[in-house]
């Protein structure tokens, strides 16, 4: 058998401990060993093994294995071995002592045989027992930080005791993984760069390692049907199609079968062959086969047009080509090239909202970016009224009207020759200091996750699903604006989506285009709202019906009457949590016995931010945290905590994207009774957390537990609860 293959299970368990762990503790060093320790006896069938790493100037023994054939017939050796090995573990040579010591000084192995002419120094060595064959090999890493010695094949492997030069090969290539996992443990500096990663990896899985584009064939039209927004959010680079439902991959982990279960789930493609290639050269690929969008975030040179603006205000500024009063004019060059390059910048960003608010002295531009808003630019305010005016034409707002609320939408491909297919939702309101405008960018190339990416705990998930396949019913997501809402309904419908089924929805706006689904778009000014839409739906033989929001009683009593007549409803309100739902809808003129008989489940939620993997800090909670962690789950240890530093990878943020917080109340017998009684919300919540329900306090910790987000996120987002 090769030595890859027989080393394959040590080396993808070792990866696995690779990749879980972004920043290993030295404490993982000795779960490293023994599972080397175990994995070079298995294979080479040896009668001891002695593992040595170094520490400072000594050659420490930091595992020590002996065979229970050594003592096979004397039991009472063994007791003596036992004893040996718990000196040796306790003992530390000096640098250069003995064979060991010459093997981590030269980096060289030593391969001795009792025949051999070097068999006197076996017969020397102090073990209890006749040593007919050695290995000696060097743990590499950048440096050599230690040694693997075995002693002995077992009699069994009928080779008299004796190792061969295949036995040499397979101990090098386990101990140079291991080597690199030890020392990233225990040398917080120590690296590796893209391309070494990537090695690193193909070797430790035996997949094949792919470092330049002649290697492979690439279909261009194949990687272009899949789109730029799957292959950099999952990083698998799709290149050749096998069949028509499968394909051929570069990835740079292929262990990582979250990002294949998602990339199959929304490509609805098959993963059949993968190869390794570096994240750099994924992401080369993409920016060639993807030039637009690469040179878009390139040239979005947003701070030069601010200064030609805030130059043209300046005191000192003389004249020039650009006046200020021409950048009063929502028509000039300087004013559209502004408009554009923030909706650009923000998109790049990854914000989800842009706020351009009017102060006394300076127009503020923010970004919402994970949930949190950050200040982009300050820009002179006389410019305030001409940025405003140029966004109200792009989205056909009537320009004179500047004492009242509008509405609007962006449609942005009409305004820039990038490739950037966004919408961006409008609105615009009086301030003291002039009309602040709000834009929502909905990305038309995003696509949905699958539910378990949303951050369902495996309980919720269950009882979720359950509910999105009953045929008729009423399931409702509350939760503020930016809480998530959109996506998990979009999810759960592409879950259930299917040829035999007929999906209807109604939507202010379409925020993802989904292939089997019948979406309409609201339009007010026409009178075409959520009211309009379900009784044209319930003409429509629908099976599911999706309805953006439920805002008033008239949609609200269509949506029962919808749910109560074989159609399964889903839809959004705006409330705190999932009991409060029952006493809104009940103040939107619904019946409670129509609103028990309805409903399926309601679904509270919000976004947190998930703590940066790379730069999370471990530590013990203390006081008031165990405290709460105890409340909430009945737990307490080890969590982790945001580095205030933080690291490239988040920006020096300490935090890196967002996960969801959900607070799932299905509904039960109990449950109905206490809806017909009209009881108060509190013991409504009672009720369902006895049925089970986990609060969104709760769930949130439960993430903290988990090591994705941490207790002050936890906090910010959801208070303790004050019923238990």
């Given amino acids: 058998m090769a030595a890859s293959n027989v080393a394959g299970a040590l080396r993808r368990s070792l990866l696995i401990k690779v990749i879980a762990k972004p920043a290993p503790s030295r404490e993982d060093v000795t779960s490293v060993i023994e599972l080397t320790a175990s994995k070079v006896v298995e294979a080479l069938a040896a009668q001891s093994m002695t593992l040595y790493l170094v520490e400072g100037n000594d050659i420490t023994f930091r595992h020590v294995y002996y065979s229970p054939t050594l003592w096979a017939d004397n039991p009472d050796k063994e007791k003596v071995f036992e004893a040996t090995a718990e000196k040796l573990l306790e003992l530390k040579l000096p640098l250069g002592t003995g064979n060991v010591g010459k093997v981590i000084e030269t980096g060289e192995p030593l391969f001795f045989t009792a025949d051999g002419p070097e068999g006197d120094s076996l017969k020397n060595m102090n073990t209890g027992f006749d040593v007919r064959s050695m290995l000696t090999v060097p743990l590499k890493g950048n440096v050599n930080i ?68 002649e290697e492979i064939e690439i279909d261009e039209k194949l990687v272009e049907v899949v789109g730029d927004a799957v292959i950099r959010r999952e990083g698998i680079f799709p290149h050749k199609q096998l069949t028509p439902n499968s394909v051929a991959v570069l990835m740079s982990n292929p262990l990582d079968y979250a990002k294949r279960d998602s990339f199959q789930m929304t490509t ?35 701070g030069g047009v601010a200064e030609v603006i805030s130059t043209a205000y300046s005191p000192d500024a003389e004249s020039g080509e650009v006046s200020a009063e021409d950048l009063e004019s929502e028509d000039s060059a300087p004013i559209v090239q502004l408009a554009n390059r923030i909706i650009e910048d923000a998109y790049i960003s990854g914000a989800s909202d842009i706020h351009i608010e009017p102060q006394e002295k300076n127009l503020i531009v923010r970004y919402r970016v994970d949930g949190l808003c950050a200040e982009k630019l300050r820009l002179p305010s006389q410019v305030s009224n001409a940025l405003c005016t140029r966004l109200k034409i792009m989205c056909n707002l009537d320009i004179a009207e500047r004492r009242l609320p509008q509405d609007g939408r962006i449609v942005f491909k009409k305004y820039t020759q990038k490739n950037m297919d966004i919408d961006l939702r409008v609105a615009t309101g009086p301030m003291n200091h002039g009309e602040k405008v709000v834009m929502r960018i909905l990305d038309k190339t995003k696509t949905t996750l699958p539910l378990p990416a949303l951050g369902f705990s495996d309980e919720n998930l269950e009882k979720y699903r359950k509910c999105i396949q009953q045929p008729y019913g009423m399931i409702l997501h509350c939760g503020p604006t930016g809480s998530g809402k959109s996506m998990t309904l979009y999810s759960a419908l592409a879950e259930i989506n299917d040829p035999d089924i007929n999906i209807q929805t109604a939507e202010d706006p379409i925020e993802y285009t989904l292939p089997g689904l019948n979406q309409m778009q609201m339009n007010r000014q026409i009178g075409l709202d959520f009211a309009r839409a379900l009784r044209c739906y319930l003409r429509m033989d629908p099976d599911v019906i999706l309805v953006g929001e439920i805002r008033d009683s008239e949609t609200a009593g269509i949506a029962v009457e919808a749910a ?19 006493s809104r809808i009940g103040e939107m003129g619904v019946e409670p016995f129509n609103v028990s008989a309805s409903l399926l489940c309601v679904c509270a939620q919000r976004l947190m931010r998930r703590v940066c993997k790379n730069c999370k800090t471990p530590y013990t909670p203390e006081g008031r945290e165990v405290e ?95 019923i238990t």
């Fill in 146 to 213: 230690g040694a693997i010695q075995v002693l002995n094949k077992e009699p069994h492997a009928g080779t008299d005791g004796h190792f061969t030069e295949h036995d040499l090969k397979l101990l090098q290539e386990v101990a140079e993984y291991s080597a690199t996992l030890i020392q990233r443990m225990m040398d917080p500096k120590f690296e590796l760069s893209a391309d070494d990663t990537a090695k690193f990896i193909a070797r430790l899985t035996d997949t094949p390692l792919i470092t330049s584009e």
């Fill in 268 to 302: 609805e493609l098959n993963i059949e062959e993968t190869r390794v290639a570096s994240a750099t050269f994924i992401e080369n690929l993409v920016k060639k086969f993807f030039k637009t969008e690469a040179e878009a975030e390139t040239n979005v040179d947003i």
């Fill in 564 to 582: 109560l007549t074989g159609h399964l409803l889903v839809s959004t309100l705006h409330t705190n949590d999932a009991p409060s739902t029952v």
């Fill in 628 to 722: 709460l962690m105890e409340k909430a789950l009945g737990w307490t240890g080890e969590i982790f905590k945001a580095n205030p530093q933080g690291c490239p990878t988040c920006g020096g943020m300490g935090y890196k994207g967002r996960v969801g917080i959900h607070e799932l109340m299905v509904n039960s017998e109990e449950l109905t009774a206490g809806i017909n009684k009209e009881l108060e919300v509190a013991e409504l919540k009672r009720i369902a957390m006895r049925d089970g329900m986990k609060t969104l306090h709760q769930d949130s910790f439960l993430k903290v537990k988990q090591g994705v987000t941490t207790i002050e996120e936890a906090l910010a987002n959801v208070p303790p609860d004050l």
